[in-house]
């Protein structure tokens, strides 16, 4: 599935870190290609030209434009892209991000999956699933992971067990800033802010500390606010997500379903683990909170690591988990389960008024920003230290086999 030299005549492996020009209000495409572009095995298949177009009209296919706009990428063309034509063809089989809006990058994903996923189902890839309802398709190889729902009645036990395809995991995320009300107050405290001294004859406290008698009048209650304060607990990590993400949820009362073992309407807790890991799993912190007393953004910050082992949230992994808390391993052993990030995708400013920028992972220890055509070199640090909106990890073992290719190629010559 690797890109070989005899696959890719006239290409670079590695791209000149060309920029996309923002079209108006598009930089929400611009870091989502960035991202798709330097996945492994997605540039592998489009840099092959393995896709064999079966659709009527060849202009609309997104698939075949994809395979334009990634060898135009690595061609070594130093000047930015103009995805013009990607943006069109986006519109027509996206009406729901057609215009120059402003659009989240989350939905631009989804739908850019969607869209490819449909238009590669004449592949050979796609033709060769057992299973016609099943697509295995270079869209599915890549990004398709099983989540899997246990709900177990609490009157019998009985677990029903679905598992759903998913390309990516959204994350619920802390509140920026806590809201407190204050239910106690220490009665009879004045704070002394000043004290005004007036010349009095026969003083003969001159020079000591005066003592107040309490001859204050009680002041009447009033309701106050308190502004710029908030709670500041510790950092919270991309695992502490996961950790909710697959903790048992207990449904209630209101939410009684009939059980299939029993055969009654009881109450029940569901549970979500991974039951199959995708080759590159996305990550998508909900930032943007909607709802009908609100409409914000959550700026809190989510550290989240470079290696990511997914191992404890795994539906084999579930005999580990005792009273709903997560038991981590130091090291699994299983790197078929271990992730290597290689890019974030970034929002910055209000919910109202925004800019998507991206970080790409061109090697091991190398980053870059891509900020529409405006391409940086960036740090580790940098990486790490931005708010993070959607995370793209791959397996290790990618890496593993990539370095294998290389030494084969290495010694041919």
């Keep these: 599935m690797f890109l070989r030299d005899s696959d890719s005549v006239g290409l670079r492996v590695e791209p000149r870190n060309l920029g996309l020009i923002n079209l108006g209000n598009t930089c929400f495409m ?3 290609v ?30 075949c434009e994809m395979s334009s706009l990634f060898r135009e990428l690595y061609s070594g063309n130093p000047s930015p892209h103009v995805p013009y034509k990607l943006l069109h063809l986006v519109w027509i089989h996206a009406r729901h991000l057609a215009g120059y809006r402003q659009q ?32 295995n398709c270079i869209i599915d190889q890549i990004f398709t992971g099983g989540l899997q729902s246990d709900v177990t009645c609490q ?56 003592q107040l008698l309490p001859n204050i009048p009680k002041l009447p209650k009033t309701q106050a606010t308190c502004s710029g304060l908030s709670l500041l607990p510790g950092i919270t990590t991309l695992t502490d997500c996961l950790r909710r ?59 989240f690591p470079l290696e990511l082992d997914m191992t404890p949230f795994m539906a084999s992994s579930k005999e580990s988990r005792m009273n709903g808390q997560l038991q981590l391993p130091t090291n699994s052993g299983n790197d078929e389960n271990k ?18 920028t991206s970080f790409i992972r061109h090697h091991k220890d190398q ?5 529409d055509a405006v391409i940086t070199k960036a740090s580790i640090k ?17 890496e593993h086999e990539s370095e294998k290719v290389k030494e084969v190629n290495t010694q041919a010559y």
Excluded at 174 to 201: D, K, M, Q, W, Y
Excluded at 367 to 371: A, M, T, V
Excluded at 382 to 387: A, K, M, N, R, Y
């Design 30 to 32: 611009n870091c989502i």
């Design 34 to 63: 960035q991202a798709l572009t330097h996945t492994p095995i997605l540039r592998d298949f489009f840099l092959s030209d393995r896709h064999r177009c079966e659709m009527p009209s060849p202009e609309l296919c997104l698939v």
């Design 104 to 135: 989240d990058a989350h939905e631009f994903l989804i739908a850019a999956l969607d869209v490819l996923h449909r238009h590669c189902k004449g592949d050979d890839a796609g033709k060769a699933a057992s299973n016609p309802n099943h697509c």
């Design 155 to 210: 009157a019998c036990h009985g677990v029903s067990t679905t598992i759903d395809p998913c390309w990516d995991i959204s994350l619920d995320l802390p509140g920026s800033c806590t809201r407190l009300f204050l239910e106690h107050t220490v009665p009879n405290t004045l704070l002394l802010v000043s004290l005004i001294l007036t010349p009095a004859l026969g003083c003969t406290a001159r020079d000591q500390h005066l």
């Design 245 to 303: 993400f697959t903790r048992p949820e207990h449904l209630g009362s209101s939410a009684k379903i009939k059980c299939g073992s029993c055969q009654s309407y009881q109450e029940s807790t569901k549970q979500l683990t991974m039951n199959k890991l995708p080759v590159v799993a996305c990550f998508h912190f909900k930032r943007f909170e909607h709802s009908a007393k609100q409409r914000r953004k959550i700026t809190t910050y989510i550290s």
């Design 339 to 356: 992730y290597s990030l290689f890019a974030v995708v970034n929002h910055q400013g209000t919910l109202e008024s925004g800019h998507y």
């Design 367 to 371: 980053w870059f920003k891509c900020d």
């Design 382 to 398: 940098d990486v790490l230290d931005s708010e993070g909106y959607l995370l793209f990890y791959h397996k290790q073992v990618l």
